[in-house]
């Protein structure tokens, strides 16, 4: 059996990019099932209970089985195991860092979530997307590009959204968005740790680690009024972990911008990184919206 | 403008399928231009000029420049500067070593040839395959899978090779392959050295560089009477380059097997790697036809 799942600490699209594209290899004839390689978070978990999906089952290793890789292509971020699967094939929207002894398929385009290749590979082969795995599809898009306000956000990304929403019964996208942004930001219910590692990886520029964390919320007022707490964890986990940086998005969705947490040995690369000043651990940068495009490139240039 | 090339020491596949994509990308509006990485080979020349279509201009340095990789994606194998290009996709059919900092495009599939995938790109985009762009794709596939028998043909390569003829007016895939084959394998005409360093790639297993040639032809008997000349040219390219082994891949495609000629340090991992004993230099690996799929893995397996 072929087991298709998503990346370690999965958000929607990788949930949901492995539970459309099990699906459309089903439909090809192939026996094929969506794993999940964690807990899922809140928005993740609204989604399948709307669209009445039911949750992967946990994949603890995948030696020795046959694999795709969903929405992730390094090894570190994927199943325990991944280094003796037999990968049969990648799909996905980030940058690369891949390596394998035998041609295999790998389809990564620069779009704003996996799921929306997913989406497109359905229309390559002429399968028709059933209603329930056009909502799951759909949500992801919505989560990964921020309601389409992402700068990773492409006009396929768009046009594929509305040909789902049309499939899903969705009437109102945005609406949409904000419930499934509002259920994964329900901070006042979270532990300062869990806010800290709420959305997190791990990079190494120049031999130096740093996490990076992402926090969406529709209001950041109640994240950081809990700054100085936040701090302080983010300041242990540095410490637990022998890190160079911790650094936390609080990315506010309705003001466009992230309000960028820093705990570091030293501020003055992240200061050259961003063009600004770093005060009382705190900086905003209006735009940013995507860890990956706006926060993980500069950082690299600065530090590598 | 966006610049489109294949592989150094240039085959068809790497030519015809820059030729076919950078079309493609005109047709769908882009500033595109295929290039060549090195002199083309007879074969390759003939193929353009049945076709009716102009040479590649040799690109000398891709640094600056905004550049798709066809048929390759180690930057061994890839243009002088790659390391400061800006690289927007790669179309590959072979093991992937590849490292980017941004997302991209990137879609290889396990197919027989890169020209497949174009052709299937022409297909998805909905663009119309002009007969000479045709012509060049199905040769490349011809090329690439040794007129359907090398073990890395798919049912894809033969369905879509056989619109491609349709399209470029080729009645007979067969003779037209065969007449491919004998314009490579001039063996008269060219040295020793050329033939030893006809289509070659140097790989790293285990810290131990090999080079491996490989040389097609349709009758093995003109090239195996001039062994012991071609042996020595092997050993001196040995030495000259520091090299644990040179081997040569003479592949009679209608015997359909490989004469594998070898100079090495140890033969021994290279007689574990095939399960038979070198004899004179030489050993017949009947059923071998492709360096990729058949020759490599095993070396990588026992060397690693």
Known sequence: M??????????????????????????????????????????????????????????????????????????????????????????????????????????????GSSSTIVAKLYEIYGVEIPKHIAGCLLSAILSDTVIFKSPTTTETDREIAAKLAAIAGVDDMTAWGIEMFKAKSKIGEKSARDIVLNDYKVYEFGGRKILINQVEVIDDSEVLARKDEIIAEMQKIKEEQGLFAVLTMVTDIMKEGTTLLVVADDVAPIEKAFGKEIKDNAVWLPGVMSRKKQIVPPLEQVMA
């Open 2 to 111: 072929i087991h298709v799942f998503g990346h370690k600490v999965p958000d929607t699209d990788a949930v949901c990019s492995a539970i459309g594209y099990a699906h459309l290899l089903r439909e090809l004839g192939k026996d094929a099932k969506a794993f999940r390689l964690g807990e899922l978070n809140a928005e993740t978990k609204l989604v399948l209970e709307r669209f009445g999906v039911e949750t992967p089952e946990l994949l603890e290793n995948a030696a020795g089985k046959d694999v795709w890789l969903m929405d992730h292509n390094e090894f570190g971020q994927s199943a325990d195991g991944i280094e003796d699967a037999n990968i049969i094939g990648v799909i996905d929207h980030h940058k690369i860092k891949f390596s394998y002894d035998k041609p295999i398929t790998y389809i990564a385009l620069p779009w």
